[in-house]
């Protein structure tokens, strides 16, 4: 790396030990332990491959009783909801209650699971979900439950589940070394898909024999293997240097970085478009069973299993599929893989062939909501991974829920079969997507966090709320390279604003056309401090191949301002001054 390379923000200083970590191929993570390159390997691949560390084999079997609990929980509500009223909206109720959590709730989660400690975030949720699981068993038991009390307690358990469901998939990088990430979130999937697939009948039979309160007990106990798996976990929570992030301006940093950020926008993007095209198979399913095979409740339960079952075959073959062919490639195929399934649902009359489009079914939506999501993970740097999820999460949830509405409203019209066809073309065109919205290869490497080894200049007395602040860097630049620089302040310009600056600009000098001048803002001092501290080594490339264009090095190359300073300099001079305290770390 050249002198000019190693200009970064105005300073040849900077981290040699990270350094020196990054050559190895290491890293350290907020376990504590070296998370280590591709270059090596610590264990053998395979679907199971992450249940040989111990931490994730702890966690992912209670996950599995835990997801049985939500099952029981769905099932002994609506049934419960039955005995207490005969309105047909308020059954249907139910299911709303248990899901708006998800899409409320999701976003402010990741951000609280960014900015403390995830382990402890999970086990508040989690214990939340169970108290309010068995304040609901005791109510029922004394026969005091109203159809407001069950719908206001399936809320708050969701609540909890929507609290703890960002810190667990956030935490998993955590648990599992890199090469196993894609298997490991494949087995997320699975542990759902197992109790999608049994949970609902074994609810439904538990209700029969010991009635809905003994299933709300039931849940209540259920979440207490995961909860306890989370405290046998010895996480080592590395805090930051700055204090939390205020929780709007957290979640909007989150919502700017997915924005900011190709590879996660695209994500996002691409799985919204999915959810919405095939959310036909679970929306429409207890129609198809009654219009098109001419069957009852039964059938219907066989539909569901079978997506279930084929969800759970499709998650075993994640890792083997992205190391054959590109998540792009992929996608595609499961696009036209799903959209052919849902086109022979809509002409089937046929149980057995039915039954087979439905696994189909299962097996890509699974197949594609894996590995985009393996794709947000391997693209969100430690700081932001849980909005990132938690965004990813809400497009699903957004996607799945719009899409059953409008589906519902198509087939009313046309008609179910017509349904199925129509969503069928639909997710087979999401496949021509990829020419437009390409989904970035993914790679582990360029998101280890590492903030600049130098503290900018202060000679006045801030603290962390004081701003705006405006920052101005200055290049001198060879003409004749002008439009290569131009093009690499793009790339600066998406890696000012995901990190957290704004009314990003570059300026060229009218008289002297070798200069320009870079500038952005941050709301406070303290934002920019936390700018600083989320460069990430692909930052780091952005900023050394636009420092390789200056050719000179000025004293005065970066300038950081306050903006409006009132307060900033005293009346008279004898005037008392409140702010005679300077924030340690922010001496030069």
């Given at each position: 790396?050249?002198?000019?390379?190693?200009?970064?923000?105005?300073?040849?200083?900077?981290d040699?030990?990270?350094?020196?970590?990054?050559?190895?191929?290491?890293?350290?993570?907020?376990?504590?332990?070296d998370?280590?390159?591709?270059?090596?390997?610590?264990?053998?691949?395979?679907?199971?491959?992450p249940?040989?560390?111990?931490?994730?084999?702890?966690?992912?079997?209670?996950?599995?009783?835990?997801?049985?609990?939500?099952?029981?929980?769905?099932?002994?509500?609506?049934?419960?909801?039955?005995?207490?009223t005969s309105?047909?909206?308020?059954?249907?109720?139910?299911q709303?209650?248990?899901?708006?959590?998800?899409?409320?709730?999701?976003?402010?989660?990741?951000?609280?699971?960014?900015?403390?400690?995830?382990?402890?975030i999970?086990?508040?949720?989690l214990?939340?979900?169970?108290?309010?699981a068995?304040?609901?068993a005791?109510?029922?038991?004394?026969?005091?439950?109203?159809?407001?009390?069950?719908?206001?307690f399936?809320?708050?358990?969701?609540?909890?589940?929507?609290?703890?469901?960002?810190?667990?998939?956030?935490?998993?990088?955590?648990?599992v070394?890199?090469?196993?990430?894609p298997?490991?979130?494949?087995?997320?999937?699975?542990?759902?898909?197992?109790?999608?697939?049994?949970?609902p009948?074994?609810?439904?039979?538990?209700?029969?024999?010991?009635?809905?309160?003994a299933?709300?007990?039931?849940?209540?106990?259920?979440?207490?293997?995961?909860?306890?798996?989370f405290?046998?976990?010895?996480?080592?929570?590395?805090?930051?240097?700055?204090?939390?992030?205020?929780?709007?301006?957290?979640?909007?940093?989150?919502?700017?970085?997915?924005?900011?950020?190709?590879a996660?926008?695209t994500?996002?993007?691409?799985?919204?478009a999915?959810?919405?095209?095939?959310a036909?198979?679970?929306?429409l399913?207890?129609?198809?069973?009654?219009?098109?095979?001419?069957?009852?409740?039964?059938?219907y339960?066989?539909?569901?299993?079978?997506?279930?079952?084929g969800?759970?075959?499709?998650?075993?073959?994640?890792?083997?599929i992205?190391?054959?062919?590109?998540?792009?490639?992929?996608?595609?195929?499961?696009?036209?893989?799903?959209?052919a399934?849902?086109?022979?649902?809509?002409?089937?009359?046929?149980?057995i062939?039915?039954?087979?489009?439905?696994l189909?079914?299962?097996?890509?939506?699974?197949?594609?909501?894996?590995?985009?999501?393996?794709?947000?993970?391997?693209?969100?740097?430690?700081?932001?991974?849980?909005?990132?999820?938690?965004?990813?999460?809400?497009?699903?949830?957004?996607?799945?829920?719009?899409?059953?509405w409008?589906?519902g409203q198509?087939?009313?019209?046309?008609?179910?079969?017509?349904?199925?066809?129509?969503?069928?073309?639909?997710?087979?065109?999401?496949?021509?997507?990829?020419?437009i919205?390409?989904i970035?290869?993914?790679?582990?490497?360029?998101?280890?966090?590492?903030?600049?080894?130098?503290?900018?200049?202060?000679?006045m007395?801030?603290?962390?709320?004081?701003?705006?602040?405006?920052?101005e860097?200055?290049?001198?630049?060879?003409p004749?390279?002008?439009?290569?620089?131009?093009?690499?302040?793009?790339?600066?310009q998406?890696?000012?604003?995901?990190?957290?600056?704004?009314?990003?600009?570059?300026?060229?000098?009218?008289?002297?056309?070798?200069?320009?001048?870079?500038?952005?803002?941050?709301?406070t001092?303290?934002?920019?401090?936390r700018?600083?501290?989320?460069?990430?080594?692909?930052?780091?490339?952005?900023?050394?191949?636009?420092?390789?264009?200056?050719?000179?090095?000025?004293a005065n190359?970066?300038?950081?301002?306050?903006?409006?300073?009132?307060?900033?300099?005293?009346?008279?001079?004898?005037?008392?001054?409140?702010?005679?305290?300077?924030?340690?770390?922010?001496?030069?």
């Open positions: 790396m050249t002198a000019a390379q190693a200009r970064l923000d105005g300073s040849d200083a900077r040699k030990a990270r350094g020196r970590d990054r050559i190895k191929g290491k890293s350290v993570g907020a376990s504590g332990h998370e280590t390159s591709q270059d090596v390997v610590t264990g053998q691949g395979g679907a199971f491959a249940l040989r560390e111990g931490t994730f084999r702890r966690i992912w079997t209670a996950s599995l009783f835990s997801n049985f609990g939500q099952l029981f929980l769905g099932v002994g509500a609506a049934w419960e909801m039955t005995r207490l309105s047909a909206e308020m059954v249907a109720l139910v709303s209650a248990m899901m708006l959590p998800l899409m409320v709730v999701t976003l402010p989660a990741g951000a609280i699971a960014d900015m403390f400690d995830r382990r402890r999970a086990m508040t949720g214990a939340f979900s169970a108290c309010c068995a304040v609901l005791t109510i029922a038991f004394l026969g005091l439950v109203t159809p407001w009390i069950l719908l206001l399936c809320a708050l358990i969701g609540a909890g589940v929507a609290l703890y469901s960002p810190s667990w998939q956030a935490s998993i990088p955590e648990q070394s890199r090469e196993h990430l298997a490991a979130v494949a087995l997320g999937t699975i542990s759902y898909n197992v109790a999608r697939s049994f949970g009948a074994l609810g439904g039979l538990i209700v029969v024999l010991y009635g809905a309160r299933v709300f007990g039931m849940t209540a106990l259920l979440y207490l293997p995961l909860f306890f798996a405290v046998m976990w010895r996480r080592r929570h590395v805090p930051s240097r700055l204090p939390p992030e205020r929780m709007d301006r957290a979640m909007l940093g989150g919502a700017r970085y997915a924005l900011h950020a190709p996660i926008r994500a996002l993007l691409r799985v919204l999915f959810g919405l095209s095939t036909t198979a679970s929306a399913a207890p129609l198809i069973a009654r219009d098109l095979l001419h069957g009852n409740a039964a059938t339960g066989l539909l569901l299993g079978a997506q279930g079952v969800a759970v075959t499709g998650a075993l073959f994640v890792s083997r992205r190391e054959t062919i590109s998540t792009e490639m992929a996608v595609r195929l499961f696009a036209i893989g799903t959209g399934a849902l086109a022979v649902i809509g002409f089937s009359h046929d149980l062939l039915t039954c087979a489009a439905f189909l079914v299962g097996a890509c939506n699974i197949l594609t909501i894996a590995m985009l999501n393996v794709t947000v993970q391997l693209s969100a740097p430690r700081w932001v991974t849980a909005r990132a999820l938690s965004l990813f999460s809400s497009a699903i949830t957004a996607g799945i829920g719009i899409g059953a409008c589906w198509f087939a009313q019209q046309q008609g179910v079969a017509h349904a199925m066809l129509a969503s069928g073309l639909a997710v087979a065109a999401t496949a021509l997507l990829g020419f919205l390409p970035a290869r993914d790679t582990a490497s360029g998101t280890s966090e590492m903030p600049l080894g130098h503290e900018p200049e202060v000679g007395a801030l603290t962390l709320r004081s701003g705006p602040v405006v920052i860097v200055d290049y001198d630049v060879d004749d390279q002008a439009r290569e620089f131009y093009a690499t302040m793009m790339k600066m998406s890696m000012r604003k995901r990190n957290g600056g704004f009314a990003w600009s570059i300026a060229r000098d009218i008289a002297n056309p070798s200069l320009w001048t870079e500038r952005y803002h941050c709301p001092w303290g934002d920019y401090l700018l600083r501290d989320r460069f990430t080594e692909a930052d780091y490339e952005i900023q050394a191949a636009a420092d390789a264009f200056n050719r000179t090095r000025p190359r970066v300038r950081r301002q306050l903006e409006r300073p009132f307060g900033s300099v005293r009346w008279k001079a004898e005037s008392y001054d409140p702010k005679q305290e300077t924030v340690g770390w922010m001496a030069p």
